[in-house]
């Protein structure tokens, strides 16, 4: 089955720090894997995905993340955040059927200035 | 481009009754699927509707269910609802781009079960 793992229930960084948002997955064939990010009453917005090719993936807002088979692991990174990063990220794997989803149980980041 | 809406934005039922949420996709996407989230079990898969069949299922008990209309906007039901039913229930909907295929959220709806 497949299945999500976050780590990190809560994570705080300084702002203007690097950012390293771990994300570890189990999956039989090749995954497809997904970045996702929902401020505080809001829906999910993707920041990056990965179906194929380049392990190392460019997103929106600034994040990458990059994909290790061997680890099985899916990690976002950010060189620089900002304050309003400050909300909580969701890793996410999916099959053939791209809609069906399962995500991690997500970790809020708090931002400190 | 209007992105994914769903209506209402806020329910409050009692246990026992039933409840109707509504969803309209982005504009020429046909897929739409429905996910629940609650602070003890996070994001669950609820179900993927498509040309109005249903294509996916969670694990979700029988009063759960769903339909989806020919103008691509779906709804889900819950009937004889429980307090664990609480939750925020989001909407995605996708394009049929297989090679740029993503999901698109909506705001989503929070239900209280009293």
């Known amino acids: 089955a497949q299945s999500v793992t976050q780590p990190d229930i809560h994570i705080t960084v300084s702002e203007g720090a690097s950012l390293e948002l771990r994300c570890n997955y189990s999956?039989?064939?090749?995954?497809?894997l997904f970045w996702y990010v929902q401020s505080p009453g809001q829906g999910l917005q993707l920041l990056l995905k990965?179906?194929?090719?380049?392990?190392l993936v460019q997103g929106i807002k600034g994040f990458e993340a990059e994909f290790k088979r061997s680890q099985s692991s899916f990690n976002l990174r950010k060189p620089s955040v900002h304050w309003s990063d400050a909300a909580e990220y969701f890793c996410?794997?999916?099959?053939?059927?791209?809609?069906?989803?399962?995500f991690g149980a997500g970790t809020i980041l708090r931002v400190k200035s | 481009k209007a992105g994914v809406t769903q209506t209402p934005r806020y329910l409050i039922k009692t246990r026992g009754q039933q409840v109707t949420l509504s969803c309209s996709p982005i504009?020429?996407?046909?897929?739409v699927s429905w996910y629940q989230q609650t602070p003890g079990q996070g994001l669950q898969f609820l179900f993927e509707?498509?040309?109005?069949?249903?294509?996916n299922k969670g694990n979700f008990p029988g009063r759960f269910s769903g339909r989806q209309f020919s103008n691509s906007r779906s709804e889900m039901n819950v009937s004889t609802l429980e307090l664990g039913d609480s939750a925020l229930y989001l909407c995605?909907?996708?394009?049929?781009?297989?090679?740029?295929?993503?999901?698109?959220f909506g705001s989503g709806t929070q239900l209280s079960v009293l």
């Open positions: 990965y179906f194929s090719g380049d392990t």
């Open positions: 999956y039989g064939a090749t995954p497809y």
């Open positions: 504009s020429g996407h046909r897929s």
């Open positions: 996410a794997v999916g099959d053939m059927y791209r809609n069906k989803l399962v």
């Open positions: 509707y498509f040309s109005e069949t249903q294509r």
């Open positions: 995605a909907s996708s394009g049929t781009d297989p090679t740029n295929e993503k999901l698109f």
